[in-house]
């Protein structure tokens, strides 16, 4: 019994998909000219420091798109306490534009940023290590009980199939 080949996609379907992450960009670019043109400076600050959290969505192609959030939420996490401040305060504009101009606050943002891209470069590698410990340990303690098994049954436990 032969396997049939598998059939090859179509042309016509990779165009929808396409079409559609076009006509999903429109709202969004759509969204951010409204989000500036009603908060203005504020809005400013809020694109500009999220720009490397954009800069990785634009080029995660992954599919739960892990990289992005983490790199996101550290880096709204370092923007946050600024947009407090703003929220806080009574002119929205002028405390933006204060902020705009001032290093630590752009500091603060980027360097959480940076921190998000720290943790997507060191949590593999972390987790790499600590399985290859624990599969270290496993097998010591698994060398002690085969061990253990040979002084009570002798070395034909160490064969299989056994011998005959």
């Not at 179509?10 to 709202?27: F, G, Q, T, V």
């Not at 009980?145 to 056994?162: D, S």
Request: hydrophobic content about 50%; overall charge positive.
């Amino acid at each position: 019994m032969s396997k049939k080949p598998a059939a090859e996609p179509k042309k016509e379907d990779a165009k929808p998909k396409r079409r559609r992450s076009i006509l999903l960009s429109l709202p969004i670019l759509v969204l951010a000219v409204v989000f500036v043109a009603l908060l203005g400076r504020t809005a400013m600050l809020v694109l500009g420091g999220l720009l490397p959290s954009i800069a990785a969505g634009m080029t995660d192609r992954s599919l739960h798109r892990f990289r992005t959030k983490a790199i996101f939420a550290l880096n709204f996490s370092g923007l946050a306490p600024s947009l407090a401040k703003i929220l806080q305060q009574g002119n929205i504009d002028k405390v933006a534009q204060d902020m705009m101009g001032d290093s630590v606050v752009w500091l603060t943002v980027y360097g959480a940023a940076a921190l998000g891209w720290c943790i997507v470069w060191l949590a593999p590698l972390t987790a790499h290590h600590l399985l290859t410990i624990y599969a270290q340990i496993k097998a010591e303690q698994l060398d002690e009980v085969q061990k253990k098994y040979i002084e009570e049954w002798g070395n034909e436990v160490t064969h299989w199939p056994p011998r005959s």
